[in-house]
């Protein structure tokens, strides 16, 4: 499938306006959200202590920009959303940068870590090289990477107001190592549960 300009215009401007007409309700449904299994695992490669310098991308309302912030870290979020993006300011304090995902300006070997919470998985599959590329890009060298996608086997497309492209392992390591990142660990998540009852994977990779 190739997209063109207008069909990756309207993709993102479908999917932002979604988030904007519901982000009141996205908040409410997931501030509780229990991600510490995936902070721990982009915190414990860091190289070095806190205060390190972490971009969460696709930061929502701010929920885990307030958590890297109150393990001392200097956290930066990106937000498409205009109302989750001002969100994310009021309720952390931090710095957030509204940019869609296929428009990024990101400042070169800025950050320790990128946070990619539920975030990347929003990316068309033409595109997300170039994403990729760009986060490397925007990481120090030695830095890392933290991505949490839900998964599947190459599906792409249209789930209601929302655009998501769904990868598989191995498809996503071909994408990451495309990219010039090398792998540190994966894991699926819920913790705990069957194979079949975890429908997201974790990666953690280095720049």
Request: aromatic share 10%; glycine share 10%; charged share 25%.
């Amino acid at each position: 499938m190739s997209l063109e300009p207008g069909d990756l215009a309207h993709i993102t401007a479908t999917t932002l306006a979604h988030y904007d007409r519901n982000a009141i309700e996205f908040r409410e449904r997931t501030w509780e959200h229990d991600v510490r299994q995936n902070i721990d695992a982009l915190l414990r490669h860091l190289p070095g202590d806190a205060p390190l310098s972490i971009l969460d991308f696709g930061c929502g309302p701010g929920r885990d920009l307030i958590a890297f912030t109150r393990l001392g870290h200097r956290a930066t979020g990106l937000e498409g959303s205009p109302q989750l993006a001002a969100m994310a300011r009021e309720a952390s304090g931090c710095d957030v940068l509204q940019q869609n995902f296929l428009a990024l300006e990101l400042p070169a070997a800025a950050f320790d870590g990128v946070f990619a919470n539920a975030s990347l998985f929003h990316v068309p599959a033409q595109e997300l090289p170039r994403v990729l590329r760009q986060l490397h890009a925007a990481l120090k060298p030695g830095g890392v990477l933290f991505a949490s996608n839900p998964r599947g086997d190459g599906q792409e497309g249209w789930r209601g107001e929302r655009y998501g492209s769904f990868h598989d392992l191995s498809a996503w390591r071909e994408r990451m190592q495309g990219a010039g990142f090398a792998e540190l660990e994966h894991f699926y998540r819920p913790e705990g549960l069957p194979r079949e009852q975890q429908p997201w994977l974790a990666s953690v990779w280095r720049r």
